[in-house]
């Protein structure tokens, strides 16, 4: 993204993009929007756009960057309480989120990025936490960060069906679901 303007009127350029966006996205597939559609919805002209963006990934390069920033503070405070998957909380963000570009990321290819940088700032979170559960008995049968990878994965797959699905369950029953479904496998192994 082009340096950030903090202005109103830039700020306020940023917002009507994003919101542009998300609803596009929505709408057709990624590969399919043309920066005139962003340009159409959001209702500005091009040398606005271009003096704030380089193309239409820029937007959703700047969309997920956004979207991470709140999803790694909410890692960073599950794992502040000591928890090992912040399952609760992400399934929170995604079912009060009121962020329209977030669940219109979620649910399309254009999201892709997102569930990839989302995985890792899960298994950067996941593996300390289970070191630190671990650090007192020998070294597990399956490495740690074999397990910090199968936890994240596991629950993005539950949380990409979740979304799809129209999230037809409140966030504590998934959760619930997620920790009877993947965890037991994990401590059982763990105290091998």
Known sequence: MKQQKAD?????????VNAAFAELVVEKPYD???VQDILDRAGIGRTTFYAHYFDKEDVLNTIVEQELELLTR???????RQRVVPSLELFEHAYHSENQ???????SRAGEFLWGALQAALCRAIEP???TLYAERRSPPIPLPVVSQYLASTFLT????WVAADMPYPPEQMEHIFQQLA?????A???T
């Open 8 to 16: 109103r009127r830039s700020q306020r350029t940023y917002r009507l």
């Open 32 to 34: 399919e929007i043309l």
């Open 74 to 80: 909410q890692i960073a405070h599950a794992a502040a």
């Open 101 to 107: 570009q977030f669940r219109a990321l979620m649910g």
């Open 129 to 131: 936490a289970l070191s």
């Open 158 to 161: 539950l949380l990409k069906w």
């Open 183 to 187: 965890l037991p496998g994990v401590w």
């Open 189 to 191: 192994i763990l105290k």
